[in-house]
């Protein structure tokens, strides 16, 4: 009998200090997410120049960008699928690294 309540005390003891913990480390505000985004490499149009953010940093695309999955966006901001479609990036639209087009309101969901 003692062995039972001493489980379930250790098993209190456990879960409490489980759930005291500090929420507010884990809850994310717009700011957050806008810097977990940031950290996703892709592809976009600003200001009419086709930009590469990769690791945070962002330059200027100097020449075409295959992207692995045969993917091409080139310097003008055409992007031509490996299906064979094509179509020409408008102001802030973004393309990730693996050829989805991102909405713009929203650049963490693909476009339909």
């Given at each position: 009998?003692?062995?039972?309540?001493?489980?379930?005390?250790?098993?209190?003891?456990?879960?409490?200090?489980?759930?005291?913990?500090?929420?507010?480390?884990?809850?994310?505000?717009?700011?957050?997410?806008?810097?977990?985004?940031?950290?996703?490499?892709?592809?976009?149009?600003?200001?009419?120049?086709?930009?590469?953010?990769?690791?945070?940093?962002?330059?200027?695309?100097?020449?075409?960008?295959?992207l692995p999955?045969?993917?091409?966006?080139?310097?003008?901001?055409?992007?031509?699928?490996?299906?064979?479609?094509?179509?020409?990036?408008?102001?802030?639209?973004?393309?990730?690294?693996?050829?989805?087009?991102?909405?713009?309101?929203?650049s963490?969901?693909?476009?339909?």
């Open positions: 009998m003692k062995k039972l309540i001493m489980v379930f005390a250790i098993v209190g003891a456990c879960t409490t200090a489980a759930v005291a913990q500090d929420s507010s480390a884990t809850t994310k505000t717009p700011s957050d997410k806008m810097t977990t985004h940031q950290g996703k490499d892709f592809v976009t149009l600003k200001d009419g120049k086709v930009l590469v953010v990769k690791g945070g940093a962002t330059s200027a695309l100097g020449n075409d960008l295959t999955n045969g993917t091409v966006i080139k310097t003008d901001g055409t992007v031509k699928s490996s299906d064979g479609t094509t179509l020409k990036l408008q102001e802030g639209e973004k393309i990730d690294m693996e050829g989805k087009l991102l909405k713009k309101e929203d963490s969901a693909p476009q339909k």
